[in-house]
Nanobody, 128 residues
């Protein structure tokens, strides 16, 4: 079983920056697929950015390309999401997700249903 704990959310101004961190624990950390999702009020959970397993290829939602970055540190078992040039539309609860069942090397999983482990979420609010 994998436990995921997010941190780093909060209030930011338009154009500002925030970094979210996800700490994984509960099993030997290996390069399994991990991702960040977000869910705004009244909307479905959507993919933001993620890594594939093994090769750690990355992928980003079109809405955050060029503004968000993602890094993972296997030594510290962490997954960070660096957000910059924030917009009001980035306001949401951000969730860290991991997939530890079988996966295809190099494939970034984009659907929430493809991940079985989730953190509790951290709120990000961008104000103008």
């Amino acid at each position: 079983q994998v436990q995921l704990v997010e941190s780093g959310g909060g209030l930011a101004q338009v154009g500002g920056s925030l970094t979210l961190s996800c700490a994984a624990s509960g099993r030997a950390y290996s390069a399994f697929p991990m991702a960040w999702f977000r869910q705004a009020a009244g909307k479905e959970r959507e993919f933001v950015a993620g890594f594939s397993g093994v090769r750690s290829d990355s992928s980003f939602a079109d809405s955050v390309k060029g503004r968000f970055g993602i890094t993972r540190d296997t030594g510290k078992s962490t997954l960070d999401l660096r957000m910059s040039s924030l917009k009001p539309d980035d306001t949401a609860v951000y969730y860290c997700a991991a997939r530890t069942t079988s996966y295809i090397s190099g494939r970034v999983y984009l659907s929430a249903g493809e991940y079985e482990h989730w953190g509790q979420g951290t709120q990000v609010t961008v104000s103008s």
